[in-house]
């Protein structure tokens, strides 16, 4: 079992940055891949970006490729997210998530989840 808690949300204007963290508790973080994931209101939750457990294998959703980097820092137990070009459309709640694999990140059940961050952009 492990526990996530992300941070660094906030209010930013377009064409702003925001580098979101997740810190992982319980399990030790390094057997997991891990993702950032958002969800607006009224609209479902969608893949943003994903790592795998070494941080050597990463993936992104086309609509964030070049303006979003995920990385982790297994020593600190977190993943981040740096988010750079920000856009309204960007608005969300931010969700980090963990699983076995980063396939399991990209296409499973995700096993576990955070509270979520609120991301909002403005023009």
């Known amino acids: 079992q492990v526990q996530l808690v992300e941070s660094g949300g906030g209010l930013v204007q377009a064409g702003g940055s925001l580098r979101l963290s997740c810190a992982a508790s319980?399990?030790?973080?390094?057997?997991?891949?891990m993702g950032w994931f958002r969800q607006a209101p009224g609209k479902e939750r969608e893949f943003v970006a994903g790592?795998?457990?070494?941080?050597?294998?990463?993936y992104y959703a086309d609509f964030v490729k070049g303006r979003f980097t995920i990385s982790r820092d297994n020593a600190k137990n977190t993943v981040y997210l740096q988010m750079n070009s920000l856009k309204f459309e960007d608005t969300a709640v931010y969700y980090c998530?963990?699983?076995?694999?980063?396939?399991?990140?990209?296409?499973?059940?995700?096993?576990?989840w955070g509270q979520g961050t609120q991301v909002t952009v403005s023009s």
């Open positions: 998530a963990a699983d076995g694999s980063l396939q399991a990140i990209l296409t499973g059940t995700r096993d576990y």
């Open positions: 319980g399990r030790p973080f390094s057997r997991y891949a």
């Open positions: 790592i795998g457990h070494s941080g050597a294998s990463t």
